[in-house]
């Protein structure tokens, strides 16, 4: 089946410009995750969602950053006002269900470039 | 709330030899450690992963090994292959509503023919 799926796959912006990075996880999978990862760098979390609620916003790094989830379905990751260091790819991953330990099916990633 | 520190950074082994990555989380609560592995320019996917209430678990050339008492993990690599050279992330959960993954670092891993 289909896996999860991100879009753009490149966005280039200027600074100061808002942009808005797009997940379609797996069906079905309730379980939606957001991650930045710089140039060589690991994962670091910036925010959970569990249907369309996010128990967990402490990872997003500013209040330029917001994210939304419509049902179970698409996310949405807004950065407004982009700087320099924003530039990363984001990776969007799923899950099944929380409350258990359930593998994470990461998308391909949108890589943003802010000049 | 939880850290997860990962060793060594990067790692170079002839093909062949044996690759070990090793973690520490700080949060007992952690009960869930899966290991991720991100080839180039690609996605992380999981390889294996390991609960709480065992110690070992071994998948082919791939096993890993929790010690809860030193709240450490370890991810080894048999027989290295140079399609095993890859970015590897270990992670920490609480399993329960919040599931919120800390992965570490990561390891480069180069494995050299």
């Known amino acids: 089946g289909a896996g999860v799926s991100q879009s753009p796959s490149n966005k280039v912006t200027e600074k100061g410009k808002d942009v808005e990075l797009r997940c379609d996880p797996i069906s079905g999978h309730t379980a939606l995750y957001w991650y930045r990862q710089r140039l060589g760098q690991g994962l670091e979390f910036l925010i959970y969602?569990?249907?369309?609620?996010?128990?967990?916003k402490s990872g997003l790094p500013s209040d330029r950053f917001s994210a939304e989830r419509t049902g179970e379905s698409v996310s949405t990751l807004t950065i407004q006002r982009t700087q320099q260091e924003d530039s990363a790819v984001y990776l969007c991953?799923?899950?099944?269900?929380?409350?258990?330990?359930?593998?994470?099916?990461f998308g391909p990633g949108t890589r943003l470039t802010v000049t | 709330g939880e850290n997860v520190e990962q060793h060594p950074s990067t790692l170079s082994v002839q093909e062949g030899d044996s690759a070990v990555i090793k973690c520490t989380y700080s949060?007992?609560?952690?009960?869930?450690f899966p290991w991720y592995k991100q080839e180039l320019g690609k996605r992380p996917q999981l390889i294996i992963d390991?609960?709480?209430?065992?110690g070992e678990k071994k998948d082919q050339r791939i096993a890993v090994t929790l010690n809860k008492t030193a709240k450490h993990f370890s991810l080894h690599i048999t027989e290295t292959q140079p399609e095993d050279s890859a970015v590897y992330f270990c992670?920490?959960?609480?399993?329960?509503?919040?599931?919120?993954?800390?992965f570490g670092p990561g390891t480069r891993l180069s494995v050299l023919p």
């Open positions: 992670a920490a959960v609480i399993v329960g509503y919040g599931q919120n993954f800390v």
């Open positions: 969602f569990q249907g369309n609620s996010a128990p967990d």
């Open positions: 949060d007992s609560a952690s009960n869930y």
């Open positions: 991953a799923s899950s099944l269900v929380a409350g258990g330990p359930h593998e994470q099916y």
């Open positions: 390991i609960r709480s209430n065992v």
